[in-house]
């Protein structure tokens, strides 16, 4: 099924919660609506199921207009971040729920709801748990239960809400595996919302990225990441930098404090050549060496240094303005140049964006 939203406007008292929301979900796609919180983004979800309902504008399924749909004829399911399990119900007879209390015409018979249920708990990898109940259950097995009641009912959509937000942090990475997994063996039709910027870029086919009940911007995780469209996305998705300074040159280089940088491509706005502005600049996108008198770059301290992994992240206090600039160099390059803390390093951005500053940058 494909899901299109036109001009979904909703307000809660003075509270806009969407604001002009249009958007194409399509068919057996993976979508992660992604922001902080209050961003709209369950609001959205929920007007989709039919569980709210908006101001103005609509939602599309199959290019019909679902306005007037009940929520149990639109082929949804919805799977919530605290299960919403049933304590008093086995996982088995959780799962069977939403076919038990379907219309007497539409109700499968005994035998095809035994046989619907356990195929659903050898697809979330819970065989031979169905008599146990939902309290006796680890969290990552009762959001699996959770997601397997949602498919029950063969839904034509998938949508959940914050579906690992309760869950700590090495059960989030095994199941937001697992659910990549069986989305791509299902091809169901999916919209997840979640404030994780490493679970929308490692799961989702596609990232609307939401700020104050607007899209910022949508696109694949790689579209997203590597060429954010404002300074809100730049700063949401990864860690960053922003160096604020003035644009000079007609817009190829930016003055921070003591140092002049190249602006590579010129500023995100290309009619903007001089005046205030912050420049981005992701960790792994400096180039770090042992200060030399004349040499260009920001002038800096070692603070700190962590080696993780195959990576060390520095820690440099800018000389001009005690700033901190968070750096990522391979751990090999590291080691061989044994940088030692409170040594002066100087710090060169391979790649930069600029903003003006009247862009919103700095927020």
């Not at 680890?138 to 937000?165: C, I, K, N, T, Y």
């Not at 910022?216 to 960053?240: C, D, I, K």
């Not at 301290?301 to 700033?323: C, K």
């Given at each position: 099924?494909?899901?299109?939203?036109?001009?979904?406007?909703?307000r809660?008292?003075?509270?806009?919660?969407?604001?002009?929301?249009?958007?194409?979900?399509?068919?057996?796609?993976?979508?992660?609506?992604?922001?902080?919180?209050?961003?709209?983004?369950?609001?959205?979800?929920?007007?989709?199921?039919?569980?709210?309902?908006?101001?103005?504008?609509?939602?599309?399924?199959?290019?019909?207009?679902?306005?007037?749909?009940?929520?149990?004829?639109?082929?949804?399911?919805?799977?919530?971040?605290?299960?919403?399990?049933f304590?008093?119900?086995?996982?088995?007879?959780?799962?069977?729920?939403?076919?038990?209390?379907?219309?007497?015409?539409?109700?499968?018979?005994?035998?095809?709801i035994?046989?619907?249920?356990?195929?659903?708990?050898?697809?979330?990898?819970?065989?031979?748990?169905?008599?146990?109940?939902?309290?006796?259950?680890?969290?990552?097995?009762?959001?699996?239960?959770?997601?397997?009641?949602?498919?029950?009912?063969?839904?034509?959509?998938?949508?959940?809400?914050?579906?690992?937000?309760?869950?700590?942090?090495?059960?989030?990475?095994?199941?937001?595996?697992?659910?990549?997994?069986?989305?791509?063996?299902?091809?169901?039709?999916?919209?997840f919302?979640?404030?994780?910027?490493?679970?929308?870029?490692?799961?989702?086919d596609?990232?609307v990225?939401?700020?104050?009940?607007?899209?910022?911007?949508?696109?694949?995780?790689?579209?997203?990441?590597?060429?954010?469209e404002?300074?809100?996305?730049?700063?949401?998705?990864?860690?960053?930098?922003?160096?604020?300074?003035?644009?000079?040159?007609?817009?190829?280089?930016?003055?921070?404090?003591?140092?002049?940088?190249?602006?590579?491509?010129?500023?995100?706005?290309?009619?903007?050549?001089?005046?205030?502005?912050?420049?981005?600049?992701?960790?792994?996108?400096?180039?770090?060496?042992?200060?030399?008198?004349?040499?260009?770059?920001?002038?800096?301290?070692?603070?700190?240094?962590?080696?993780?992994?195959?990576?060390?992240?520095?820690?440099?206090?800018?000389?001009?303005?005690?700033?901190?600039?968070?750096v990522?160099?391979?751990?090999?390059?590291?080691?061989?140049?044994?940088?030692?803390?409170?040594?002066?390093?100087?710090?060169?951005?391979?790649?930069?964006?600029?903003?003006?500053?009247?862009?919103?940058?700095?927020?």
């Amino acid at each position: 099924m494909s899901i299109q939203v036109h001009q979904l406007h909703k307000r809660f008292g003075n509270y806009v919660a969407l604001d002009d929301i249009h958007l194409d979900f399509g068919r057996g796609e993976l979508t992660a609506l992604l922001g902080p919180s209050g961003c709209g983004k369950t609001t959205l979800l929920r007007i989709i199921a039919g569980l709210e309902r908006p101001d103005s504008g609509k939602v599309l399924l199959d290019g019909e207009d679902a306005s007037a749909v009940p929520v149990r004829e639109r082929g949804v399911g919805f799977v919530f971040q605290h299960y919403a399990l049933f304590r008093h119900l086995t996982v088995f007879e959780n799962i069977a729920f939403g076919l038990r209390v379907r219309d007497k015409a539409q109700r499968p018979d005994a035998a095809s709801i035994r046989a619907r249920v356990q195929e659903l708990l050898a697809m979330v990898q819970l065989d031979g748990l169905g008599q146990r109940y939902p309290g006796q259950l680890s969290g990552g097995q009762r959001q699996r239960v959770a997601l397997a009641r949602a498919l029950a009912v063969q839904p034509r959509v998938l949508l959940l809400d914050e579906p690992f937000g309760a869950l700590d942090a090495q059960v989030r990475k095994e199941l937001r595996r697992w659910l990549r997994k069986l989305h791509d063996d299902l091809h169901i039709t999916s919209v997840f919302v979640t404030h994780d910027q490493e679970e929308a870029l490692e799961v989702a086919d596609r990232i609307v990225l939401m700020h104050r009940g607007r899209v910022q911007q949508e696109g694949s995780p790689a579209q997203v990441y590597g060429r954010p469209e404002t300074p809100f996305v730049y700063g949401f998705l990864g860690n960053v930098n922003r160096l604020h300074g003035e644009l000079a040159g007609d817009g190829a280089l930016l003055r921070t404090g003591s140092a002049l940088l190249n602006v590579p491509g010129g500023p995100a706005d290309a009619a903007v050549r001089s005046g205030k502005a912050v420049a981005f600049v992701r960790p792994h996108e400096f180039e770090v060496e042992r200060a030399a008198a004349g040499s260009d770059g920001i002038a800096a301290t070692l603070r700190r240094a962590l080696a993780l992994g195959p990576v060390a992240q520095l820690e440099l206090e800018r000389e001009d303005n005690s700033e901190l600039i968070e750096v990522a160099v391979p751990l090999e390059r590291f080691e061989r140049e044994n940088y030692r803390e409170g040594e002066r390093l100087r710090a060169r951005p391979r790649a930069m964006r600029v903003f003006p500053a009247a862009s919103g940058a700095t927020s």
